[in-house]
């Protein structure tokens, strides 16, 4: 085990993180201002990911370049999404939301079965193919690509959260509802804006990840589980806490795999998600 | 067990004489002979389960309404079964989803709704257990066409038959070859570390190749396990650069097939060869995705296209094939279409629908190699079910194409070896 | 008492059930029906009863099934032992787990138990002796009620409904006795319960225990019928989601709530995978999906709660016609969202 092996694998292990907390922080988001844990955030995931591929291989377009168009289909979606379905059960029991959004996550799967095949897709030479060597350290192209696409994304983010009007209205609503309601927001309108985002977060890493990852239906089911686990460690609602516990997780991942064996690595990450949980059960960065 | 049967055929008498007309009377050869065929068509493993689909359609479509000018495969003349004067396959297909559950419950359904004389299935070894356990305590005769894992044969049944050679085999297979690639070429296979797919059948590979590596007087030096759904294979690979070795052997499904190789070239890991277990590399999606990075991966596989220079059967049947579905066969949907072949044969000779009739004539199955679409001797049943007759072959990626490189008398070309490094490929 | 009628009329139909069919396919989907309804009724000790949502349950199904295979196949015991001590291994584990995840709020337990269970699956995949991701197989030599193996389903069916019924009598045993006064109290408003006095941990682990010392049962069970148990059939966090749904779909914390749900998720999967599975085009999953959103939206206290809801509207109805006309009753805990 060189020094150089370890570097390079925490360097990958943070690339891969990044994508993480994209990943997680539309999931959080979704959390934070309204209270229900979406088990279908890895099909926004997904069809971020078909959405790049088919642009991709019907009109040769490169993905990086589709990204915006990718992200605002997916917002539109998200919000069409909360308007049909998760309005309806904005105020049922946990359990049902919980219920809702499995089914959706499965139906979603059902659907992109039904229309594109479950046979494995890809895309091949984007702009962004290739690996590239800095430091010594070789890290691929796309992967580096997308962890400065989520870095970017994650800022974006930040900044409309803590410095435009409508970012602080989501905010509110995501402290007290009730009072930012009586403050004259609309509880539906950041809702349906928190879904339409997060479906977009969740979008934008499907697009970067379509670069080097196979595409099919049931993707997303590879990235739910982490993304959950990244949410929680961050703190739910938190979206810098996603964003740091999303390279947490990835450098963990990779560094408990080389060390401990790869059919451990995800084992590594919950056994020390539980212990967080047990020391400090709101997460990193979570409201205690 | 016995009353049972005999109150099961009394009942299906009575349900076939009460259908009248279309089906006539049990005495008398049906005119349809149902067969009962579980696959994973929804969810994981849909992809490959589509393509088994498509091969098991056209070997019924091939026996019921013929394909003229092949007239080496068996039913070719398209008249059905003559031994059941003329019936005609119906094949009813049932979705396990990769569920264990499932396959059993389909398989129930279909022996007892849907009335089936026999099951073929499941490709998913899990699967294929539980749904011949099954077929075992009704009583019907399963045909297993691709499970590989060695032990569905261990178990000690009667009503359970395999044609595929199973995972022991197919690990002596790639043995052999390196063991006779260094005789014929002086090539050694160096450092071996392994990496497989933690599921069933890449642990069962990772114990096997335990196990003969220490015989064969190879150098094991590390091997690697991962689970098959992941995000990434970083510390996988990472950790076999640090084992250095010159030769790596993998089992993968196809979503981590195509992620290893993309990390292998990211990362820059360029191993003198890489051997892989069929599975995720023989799929049609591998060299698709991959293209040029897909160059020179030897892998074990059951079939070949080039293969058809030694028996013209493979081309005629493929281009069938190929003129219907707009794919070729893959080790996996050849052994599929063989399957269906070897049972109706089978069913063919017994003469009857009755259970007992057709298990008795699987057992005493003796086909010929030059019947077959498989580089096999044949198929012969052994006391545990198993086919004795078959084996695997070893073909490189050259040039976007299965190659078969091995056994060496089948060979369509010499190996190249060993694999170019990355950055020295254009 | 005309519920009690209702109750023993159906428990006896349903234990002579096996006389009425021959069909092995409908008494094989009876079974499920029934395996899926004791998980449920199980769950729902700790899920509804102690309001702690759980979606890592499958951790004590595997549990179970594992420890009276690997009991029965290495040291020879009799699987109705093992299946005690299957029960007994997971009550022993879901004390460590209540231990330490008892103070987490909400989403936050149900993600603990994720964890808890998908590292109880990597554990089972990688541990060689628990034949890893082999997977372990139960041969049939040795049939008959002695040895739990049965060639024909009527004995598994007797086996699953009387499962279900021993469930069922331990949650209504629990729901009538100061336990469950207690656990009622601990849900609605637990620090009220606090403050008088009651040890919120000590309730909620006793619910726990018994959840899991029944779905434990309940994986031996399946053990025994399928012969073959690995890692991704007893172990995976897909199962843990069942066998709450199978609750919610019915209405958590009643007693035949999840009954209900198994009755009509097991009959929906089942019918929509035998008439459109075959197809390979995943219509049957997308049916089955878009049914589980249907019910989550337009009956959240599931379909007990709804059915209740309606009677109770009914009843109002036809008490105060005028009344129910100007003002329209609503029942339950669901609020209206305002459009």
Request: glycine share 10%.
């Amino acid at each position: 085990m060189t020094f150089e092996i370890l570097l390079q694998t925490l360097a990958s292990g943070v690339l891969i993180g990044l994508i993480y907390a994209l990943v997680a922080i539309g999931l959080t988001m979704i959390f934070g201002v309204m209270d229900i844990v979406n088990f279908a955030h890895g099909e926004f995931l997904m069809l971020g990911m078909y959405s790049a591929f088919w642009l991709f291989a019907l009109y040769a377009l490169d993905p990086i370049l589709t990204l915006p168009l990718t992200v605002l289909m997916l917002f539109a979606f998200g919000m069409l999404l909360y308007k049909l379905v998760i309005k309806r059960i904005v105020n049922a029991p946990m359990l049902s939301q919980i219920f809702t959004t499995f089914g959706l996550m499965i139906l979603m799967r059902g659907v992109a079965q039904f229309l594109w095949k479950p046979d494995f897709r890809s895309i091949e030479n984007s702009w962004v193919a290739g690996s590239v060597k800095v430091a010594g350290i070789q890290l691929g192209r796309p992967q580096l690509v997308a962890g400065l696409g989520a870095v970017a994304v994650t800022m974006l983010i930040h900044a409309f959260l803590t410095r435009t009007k409508l970012g602080a209205a989501l905010e509110a609503t995501a402290a007290d509802k009730e009072a930012a309601q009586l403050m004259g927001i609309d509880s539906h309108r950041m809702f349906s804006l928190a879904w339409g985002i997060g479906a977009a977060c969740a979008g934008a890493a499907g697009v970067l990840l379509a670069t080097f990852f196979p595409i099919f239906p049931e993707v997303g089911a590879n990235f739910i589980l982490i993304a959950f686990v990244v949410v929680n460690l961050g703190g739910f609602g938190s979206v810098t806490g996603a964003f740091w516990a999303g390279i947490l997780v990835g450098v963990i991942e990779v560094m408990g795999g080389l060390l401990l064996g790869p059919e451990y690595k995800t084992a590594v990450v919950l056994v020390l998600f539980l212990a967080v949980l047990m020391f400090r059960p709101q997460g990193l960065m979570g409201k205690a | 067990m016995q009353a049972r049967q005999q109150r099961r055929t009394v009942i299906q008498a009575l349900g076939a004489a009460m259908l009248g007309l279309g089906f006539g009377a049990r005495a008398q050869a049906p005119a349809e002979v149902k067969i009962g065929v579980i696959y994973p068509l929804t969810g994981p493993g849909a992809a490959v389960g589509a393509e088994l689909r498509s091969a098991l359609e056209l070997a019924a479509d091939i026996i019921n309404n013929g394909a003229p000018g092949i007239t080496d495969l068996p039913f070719s003349g398209g008249k059905g079964l003559p031994g059941l004067k003329g019936a005609k396959i119906k094949l009813v297909f049932a979705d396990h989803q990769a569920n264990p559950q499932a396959g059993a419950t389909e398989a129930e359904r279909l022996i007892t709704q849907e009335k089936v004389v026999a099951l073929v299935g499941c490709y998913n070894s899990a699967v294929t257990a539980t749904a011949s356990q099954v077929a075992e305590r009704a009583g019907i005769p399963f045909l297993n066409p691709e499970s590989s894992s060695a032990s569905l044969t261990a178990r000690g049944f009667k009503w359970f038959f395999r044609t595929t050679p199973h995972d022991d085999l197919f690990v002596h297979n790639a043995f052999d070859f390196l063991r006779e690639l260094e005789a014929k070429t002086g090539i050694k296979p160096g450092a071996i570390a392994t990496l497989n797919e933690n599921g069933l059948w890449g642990t069962e590979t990772t114990k096997l190749q335990a196990k003969l590596a220490p015989d064969f007087k190879f150098n094991l030096v590390k091997q690697v396990l991962y689970p098959a759904k992941t995000t990434q294979l970083t510390s996988e690979v990472q950790t076999l650069k640090a084992a250095a070795p010159n030769l790596v052997l993998q089992s993968s499904y196809t979503a981590d097939a195509i992620l290893s190789m993309k990390t292998y070239k990211e990362l820059g890991f360029s191993p003198d060869m890489i051997l892989a277990n069929n599975a995720g590399f023989t799929d049609t999606d591998f060299i698709k995705t991959l293209g040029k990075d897909a160059e020179y991966v030897i892998t074990r596989e059951v079939w070949a296209l080039d293969l058809a220079s030694r028996n013209p059967l493979i081309k005629q049947v493929n281009d069938l094939f190929n003129s219907r579905y707009k794919i070729n066969f893959t080790g996996n949907s050849s052994r599929s279409f063989t399957g269906l072949m070897v049972m109706a044969d089978a069913i063919n000779r017994a003469g009857s629908t009755e259970p007992e009739a057709i298990r008795k004539a699987l057992a005493a199955t003796d086909m010929p190699g030059s019947k077959l679409i498989m580089p096999w001797k044949g198929v012969k049943f052994d006391a545990t079910g198993q086919n004795t007759l078959g084996q695997g072959i070893l073909v490189q990626i050259i040039d976007g194409k299965y190659n078969t490189v091995w056994p060496f008398a089948m060979a369509s070309r010499e190996v190249t070896w060993p694999m170019p490094k990355w950055d020295q490929r254009k | 008492m005309k519920a009690l009628k209702i109750i023993v009329g159906l428990g006896v139909a349903a234990a002579l059930l096996p006389f009425a069919t021959d069909n092995p396919t409908h008494l094989n989907l009876a079974i499920l029906v029934l395996m899926a309804a004791q998980l449920g009724v199980a769950w729902n000790l700790l899920g509804g009863y102690a309001g702690q949502v759980s979606l890592g349950h499958a951790a004590f199904y595997g549990l179970g099934a594992y420890t009276s295979t690997m009991l029965l196949l290495n040291f020879g015991i009799n699987p109705w032992l093992g299946m005690l001590l299957g029960g007994v291994m997971a009550a022993l584990l879901s004390l460590g787990f209540g231990w330490s995840c008892f103070r987490l709020k909400g989403h936050y337990f149900a993600m603990a138990t994720i964890a808890v269970a998908e590292i109880v699956q990597i554990v089972f995949t990688n541990w060689d002796y628990a034949g890893s991701a082999v997977g372990l197989t139960i041969p049939m030599d040795k049939r008959g009620w002695g040895a739990m193996v049965f060639a024909d389903k009527a004995p598994y069916y007797w086996l699953a409904l009387g499962l279900l019924a021993l469930t069922l009598l331990a949650t209504w045993a629990v729901e009538r006795s100061h336990i469950g006064y207690y656990l009622r109290a601990i849900k609605d408003e637990p620090d009220a319960a606090r403050s008088i006095g009651i040890n919120i941990a000590r309730y909620k682990q006793v619910a726990l225990s018994l959840s899991a010392f029944f779905t434990a049962l309940g994986g031996s069970l399946y053990a025994q019928k399928e012969l073959y148990i690995d890692p991704n059939s007893v172990l995976s966090t897909a199962l843990s989601i069942k066998m709450a749904l199978v609750s919610i779909l019915g209405g958590v914390g009643t007693l035949f709530g999840p009954v209900i749900g198994s009755v009509v998720l097991t009959v929906i999967e089942e019918l929509t995978r035998t008439f459109f599975g075959g197809s390979g085009r995943g219509t049957d999953t997308i049916i089955y999906a878009a049914l589980i959103v249907g019910v989550a939206v337009f009956y959240p206290s599931g379909l007990l709660g709804g059915y209740r809801e309606w009677q109770q509207r009914r009843k109002t109805k036809r008490e105060r016609p005028a009344e129910a006309m100007s003002a329209p009753v609503r029942e339950a805990n669901v609020e209206e969202v305002a459009p």
